[in-house]
């Protein structure tokens, strides 16, 4: 096994009052990187199989269609995936890298050991030209402790990972993997777009109810990291597309009157029918986009779709050198 490097800030201990805004706030909500634990990322591999899941198979067959020109064209040295997941997805860009490349160096960089492991045991037996390395960090918060290449990079934030977080968020992140990024680096982005509603919305309310296991997960998680009370046969999977926002909006709903003891023996009451946010997917429009790219100092090289325009990927250069 290849060893785990942790460039993770709260790796050393995690401040138990840190969860309090989140539940005492009018509007809860959960932490989303909690939803990624062993049995969470295991759940997450499952929802990208399931039929009503279109994001996972969409943004595979662009990148088995485009894997050779989107390597060529941005001359990659070296692949960097932020939030890798199992890797799956990826394989066919590290084979045409390793085409054109003597040795490769593929970085896996995700918050989950377990996401780390998945990655390595689909990876590990491509090549020998192949080296992985596994990085286990925060994408929000430790992209600034990541180590100086003089290869030429190719990020890689794919899965709509990017509709995970608000704007600011989304502009803030941008703005760092801009940053960071040498003249001959370059960065490719896969996005989830606007569509119909109903597809939009069976994606996230699966028949076999796998994403509701995977929202009610993050209950099991912050009750270990904040030795809280939760009980998940209390909240209903709640997962609904709102068409102002262009974005899905997962939430635990408390099926009960209920109480949860927070980490200074506060009591917070929970009403039936309130509803604790878990998680934003936001589906975007190219003008969106654009202006995401402009504020963030991106330029856009070229964009790939599928067929029904479901799903872009996006290569991008930063607008330092372009
Ligand atoms: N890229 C994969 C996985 C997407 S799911 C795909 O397209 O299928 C999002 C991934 O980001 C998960 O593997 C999760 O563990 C990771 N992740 C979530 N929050 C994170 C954070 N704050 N920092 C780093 N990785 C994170
Ligand atoms: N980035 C993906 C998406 O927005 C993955 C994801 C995050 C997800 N939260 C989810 C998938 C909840 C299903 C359910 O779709």
Redesign the pocket.
């Known amino acids: 096994m290849s060893k785990i490097v942790s460039i993770s800030s709260d790796k050393i201990f995690i401040k138990k009052e840190n969860i309090i805004p989140f539940l005492k706030n009018k509007n809860k909500s959960l932490p989303?990187k909690y939803?990624y634990d062993e049995i969470g990322s295991k759940l997450?591999e499952e929802?990208c199989a399931t039929k009503e899941?279109y994001?996972t198979r969409t943004e595979k067959e662009i990148l088995d269609k485009n894997a050779s020109d989107i390597i060529k064209t941005s001359k990659a040295q070296e692949l960097f995936e932020l939030g890798s997941g199992s890797s799956k997805k990826t394989k066919p860009l590290i084979f045409e890298a390793l085409n054109e490349n003597d040795l490769l160096t593929y970085f896996s960089f995700d918050i989950s050991t377990k996401a780390l492991k998945m990655s390595y045991n689909e990876l590990k037996k491509i090549s020998k030209k192949l080296n992985i390395k596994l990085l286990k960090g925060d994408f929000n918060n430790d992209l600034n402790k990541l180590s100086y290449s003089k290869k030429n990079r190719l990020f890689l934030f794919l899965?709509?990972?990017i509709?995970?977080f608000n704007n600011n968020l989304a502009e803030k992140f941008l703005k760092n993997i801009s940053s960071i990024m040498k003249e001959n680096d370059s960065f490719l982005l896969g996005v989830?777009k606007i569509k119909d509603k109903k597809i939009i919305h069976s994606?996230?309310n699966d028949k076999e109810g796998i994403?509701m296991k995977?929202?009610k997960n993050i209950l099991n998680v912050v009750n270990k990291e904040y030795s809280l009370n939760f009980n998940e046969d209390n909240f209903l999977h709640n997962?609904q597309y709102n068409s102002k926002k262009s974005q899905?909006e997962?939430y635990l709903e408390s099926t009960t009157n209920q109480s949860i003891t927070l980490p200074n023996n506060e009591n917070v009451k929970i009403t039936v029918g309130e509803k604790i946010l878990t998680?934003i997917?936001r589906k975007f429009s190219d003008n969106t986009l654009n202006i995401l790219f402009n504020k963030a100092s991106l330029s856009l090289v070229k964009s790939y779709t599928d067929n029904k325009k479901y799903f872009s990927l996006y290569l991008l250069k930063s607008k330092k050198y372009f």
């Open positions: 989303t939803l997450f929802i899941y994001l899965g709509s990972t509709g995970n989830d994606a996230y994403t995977f929202n997962a899905i997962m998680e997917s």
